[in-house]
């Protein structure tokens, strides 16, 4: 079974980076997008960035100008750079990627930015 697996979460301060990986376990055939999700404690799980297959990048408001998804179809793994981040950024970031195989969710790292 194909797994997706996140890597790169931490406890950082207010104006620090991070870097989230992401990789599938196997090759997924015909991976359309992949992207990054997050839940804070309390709230839904919301979109934050999103690669799709014809190569274009869809930001959550919140994050334009801050995040960077960069994605390696050839491997299925996909990043998040994570810049000046914020207090409100803290959660749980889950990888996803969706094609003809399926829809496939990673267990999610923890991200916690600290005022």
């Keep these: 079974q ?5 890597s ?3 406890l950082v301060q207010a104006g620090e980076s991070l870097r989230l990986s992401c990789a599938a376990s196997e090759r997924i055939f015909s991976v ?3 992207g ?9 799980r919301e ?7 014809p190569g ?5 408001d919140s994050v334009l100008g801050r995040f960077t998804i960069s994605r ?3 491997k299925n793994s996909v990043h998040l750079q994570m810049n000046s981040l914020k207090p409100e950024d803290t959660g749980v970031y889950y990888c996803r990627a969706v094609g003809i ?7 999610g790292t923890q991200v916690t930015v600290s005022s």
Excluded: C
Excluded at 2 to 6: F, H, I, S, T
Excluded at 47 to 53: E, F, L, Q
Excluded at 101 to 107: D, M, P, R, T, V
């Design 36 to 44: 990054w999700y997050r839940q804070a404690p309390g709230k839904q």
């Design 72 to 74: 390696d179809k050839a």
């Design 8 to 10: 790169g979460g931490g």
């Design 32 to 34: 359309n997008d992949m």
């Design 101 to 107: 195989a399926g829809n496939f969710w990673g267990q």
């Design 56 to 60: 274009r990048t869809h930001y959550a």
């Design 2 to 6: 194909v797994q997706l697996v996140e």
């Design 47 to 53: 979109s934050v960035a999103i690669s799709t297959s």
